[in-house]
Every structure is written in structure tokens, then in C-alpha cells.
């Protein structure tokens, strides 16, 4: 029995077994978490608007599923209307299951387009033996979704990634970059032709990982290339799992800091006027308290020792 006809068994025999009762009702809570954190993200940022038509990536992982099927429940409820199309690119990597993802979508009665493009042939001859693809195979992804996204009329493209993605991402840019950049939630393209949406921007990764096994998607691996997961990536995960376990609260604390800068205490003299920045005699909320001794103190339940870190 897959997972989709056991979560269903689940809800039709829950009224008698307690137990089933619960996993019931706690998978539902799960897809009800989903869609208002979806939703609230997609307000928040105006990510989807009334006579959109939005594509949505797939590549056969947890996350592009999860925002497949929670796109298309709001898209049921929605006081606007917008169309969906889900698009996978096959890039012919050796063993690619190539059926299983028309199968899926023609059971799901969602419009979808197939590209295929030979793009891993032009990575394996570019790239050395044993040196991650990721970079090369993603910008030449890039480009033909862009170019698909065209020749279908969409003028939003969805993408999966999750907060974990974002704040991964974030910290790749300060650890290894020197800049503090993340995933934005919405953006413009490179070209200034395509508006890119992330509306899992909200989603915890747990979350997609428990609502896959719920809905028994037909998982295909990333790993079919050969290619080597990206090793400083696979650190930061870590390190913010790490967190997780043992400071409780940590990792919403950075999200939410992504959310809630102040320049005026930063050190980007392009985002703030530093240079020509002078007193005014004017009380200022975002002001620092220049000679506190501990500028940047928390409450005494949220300290966090420099052991802990």
C-alpha cells in the first residue's frame, strides 16, 4: 500500500481507532499550516495577482510537489482567479525516470509541459571529474525555464525553495561571500523580464518532508548526475539543525531578522547615508544608545552564552 491510499484508509477507519484519529487530524492540521503559510507569504509579498499565470517548477523533489499541491488548494479558495501550469525540465541525466512525472500530473488533471534539454552532457564535458555541477547545471537551468516560461505565457515562475533554503543561503553568502545577501521571497530577474515567486518563502523544510510521506509523492532523486552535494551547503544545514536541537527559537530569530533590518546600523554606505549623515536635534526611535555597555542586550531568558554558540 503507498502512502497516498494509506493516509486515505487513515481518515476513513480514524472514527474508530483513536490512533488513527490522530495521525488524521494532525496531517490535516499539517495541510492547514501549509496553505496559510503559503497564502500569508503570497499576501505579504503580492506574489500572485488576479489573471496571473503561473508556472511552477518541478523537479520531482518533496518541495516542488508540496508547492504544486498547496498552490492548487488555494488556487480553489482564492477570491482571484489565476491558472497553474507545471513544468519539469528533463535534463537527460543517466536513469532518469522520465515517466513518472506525466503520470503524476495526468492523474492530478493539472496542465503541465515536459522540456527536454540535454544539459547534462554539456556539464559532464565542462566540468572537470569530481567537482560539484551544481552551479553550471542551474544557470543553464535558468535560462531555458526563462525561455519556457516565455513561449507559455506565464508571467510568475514558482519555485520551491523553503525557509531552510533561504536562510542556508543566507549564511553561504556571509560565511563564504562576505555579503549579506539571502533568497528573496520575489525578484526580478537578471534579464528584467521574469518575476521569480518562492511562496514556501514561510515553509520549514520538516514540514514538506512529513506532508511528502502524507501525500505519498513519487519522490525522484537529485542525485541521478553523480554530481557531489555542495559540501559548504551541507555545513550550514548542519550547523542550523544543530540549532534547532539545542537553542530553541535561534533559527526563527535569524529568519525573522531577515525581515526586520535597520540600515542606519549596518555598514552599507550605498544603503544608507553615512557620509553626509548629521545631528538634528530630533529624538530618533531607531537611534543606538551609544555608551551602553551592552548595546545589544536581550532579556535574561533569551541570553545566550558565547559556549552555546
Same mark, same amino acid.
Given at each position: 500500500?503507498?502512502?497516498?491510499?494509506?493516509?486515505?484508509?487513515?481518515?476513513?477507519?480514524?472514527? *474508530?481507532?483513536?490512533?488513527?484519529?490522530?495521525?488524521?487530524? @494532525?496531517?490535516?492540521?499539517? &495541510?492547514?499550516?501549509?496553505?496559510?503559510?503559503?497564502?500569508?507569504?503570497?499576501?505579504?509579498?503580492?506574489? =500572485?495577482?488576479? %489573471?496571473?499565470?503561473?508556472?511552477?517548477?518541478?523537479?520531482? %523533489?518533496?518541495?516542488?510537489?508540496?508547492?504544486?499541491?498547496?498552490?492548487?488548494?488555494?488556487?480553489?479558495?482564492?477570491?482571484?482567479?489565476?491558472?497553474?501550469?507545471?513544468?519539469?525540465?528533463?535534463?537527460?541525466?543517466?536513469? +532518469?525516470?522520465?515517466?513518472?512525472?506525466?503520470?503524476?500530473?495526468?492523474? #492530478?488533471?493539472?496542465?503541465?509541459?515536459?522540456?527536454?534539454?540535454?544539459?547534462?552532457?554539456?556539464?559532464?564535458?565542462?566540468?572537470?571529474?569530481?567537482?560539484?555541477?551544481? /552551479?553550471?547545471?542551474?544557470?543553464?537551468?535558468? %535560462?531555458? #525555464?526563462?525561455?519556457? $516560461?516565455?513561449?507559455?505565457?506565464?508571467?510568475?515562475?514558482?519555485?520551491? &525553495?523553503?525557509?531552510?533554503?533561504?536562510?542556508?543561503? +543566507? +549564511?553561504?553568502?556571509?560565511?563564504?561571500?562576505?555579503?549579506?545577501?539571502?533568497?528573496?521571497?520575489?525578484?526580478?530577474?537578471?534579464?528584467?523580464? &521574469?518575476?521569480?515567486?518562492?511562496?514556501?518563502?514561510?515553509?520549514?523544510? $520538516?514540514?514538506?518532508?512529513?506532508?511528502?510521506?502524507?501525500? %505519498?509523492?513519487? =519522490?525522484?532523486?537529485?542525485? #541521478?548526475?553523480?554530481?557531489?552535494?555542495? #559540501?559548504?551547503?551541507?555545513?550550514?544545514?548542519?550547523?542550523?539543525?544543530?540549532?534547532?536541537?539545542?537553542?530553541? !527559537?535561534?533559527?526563527?530569530?535569524?529568519? /525573522?531578522?531577515?525581515?526586520?533590518?535597520?540600515?542606519?546600523?549596518?555598514?552599507?554606505?550605498?544603503?544608507? !547615508? +553615512?557620509?553626509?549623515?548629521?545631528?538634528? !536635534?530630533?529624538?530618533?526611535?531607531? *537611534?543606538?544608545? $551609544?555608551?551602553? @555597555?551592552?548595546?545589544?542586550?536581550?532579556?535574561? /531568558?533569551?541570553?545566550?552564552?558565547?559556549?552555546?554558540?
Amino acid at each position: 500500500m503507498n502512502a497516498a491510499v494509506m493516509n486515505e484508509t487513515l481518515a476513513q477507519d480514524a472514527a *474508530g481507532d483513536p490512533k488513527l484519529d490522530k495521525i488524521a487530524r @494532525e496531517n490535516n492540521k499539517l &495541510h492547514k499550516r501549509l496553505c496559510r503559510l503559503v497564502g500569508q507569504a503570497i499576501g505579504d509579498f503580492n506574489m =500572485i495577482e488576479d %489573471g496571473d499565470k503561473v508556472m511552477v517548477c518541478l523537479s520531482g %523533489g518533496k518541495d516542488s510537489y508540496a508547492l504544486l499541491d498547496i498552490l492548487m488548494t488555494l488556487r480553489e479558495r482564492a477570491p482571484i482567479h489565476f491558472d497553474i501550469v507545471a513544468v519539469n525540465l528533463d535534463q537527460k541525466q543517466p536513469n +532518469f525516470p522520465a515517466d513518472i512525472l506525466p503520470a503524476y500530473l495526468d492523474k #492530478l488533471g493539472v496542465p503541465y509541459h515536459i522540456e527536454n534539454q540535454d544539459t547534462y552532457s554539456i556539464v559532464k564535458r565542462l566540468i572537470p571529474e569530481g567537482k560539484t555541477t551544481c /552551479s553550471l547545471c542551474s544557470r543553464l537551468r535558468r %535560462g531555458i #525555464l526563462y525561455r519556457v $516560461a516565455d513561449e507559455l505565457g506565464c508571467n510568475k515562475i514558482a519555485l520551491g &525553495h523553503h525557509r531552510d533554503d533561504i536562510l542556508e543561503t +543566507f +549564511f553561504l553568502n556571509m560565511f563564504f561571500g562576505g555579503k549579506l545577501k539571502g533568497m528573496p521571497a520575489k525578484l526580478v530577474s537578471d534579464d528584467g523580464k &521574469h518575476m521569480v515567486i518562492r511562496p514556501l518563502a514561510y515553509v520549514k523544510e $520538516a514540514d514538506t518532508e512529513r506532508y511528502a510521506e502524507v501525500k %505519498g509523492f513519487p =519522490i525522484i532523486p537529485c542525485d #541521478l548526475c553523480g554530481s557531489q552535494e555542495n #559540501l559548504q551547503r551541507k555545513q550550514i544545514k548542519a550547523m542550523l539543525r544543530g540549532w534547532e536541537k539545542t537553542n530553541p !527559537g535561534r533559527v526563527e530569530n535569524v529568519f /525573522s531578522s531577515l525581515s526586520t533590518v535597520v540600515p542606519s546600523h549596518l555598514q552599507d554606505r550605498n544603503l544608507f !547615508g +553615512f557620509v553626509d549623515l548629521k545631528t538634528d !536635534g530630533l529624538p530618533n526611535p531607531l *537611534g543606538d544608545i $551609544a555608551f551602553d @555597555e551592552e548595546p545589544c542586550s536581550t532579556p535574561v /531568558s533569551n541570553t545566550i552564552s558565547l559556549t552555546q554558540l
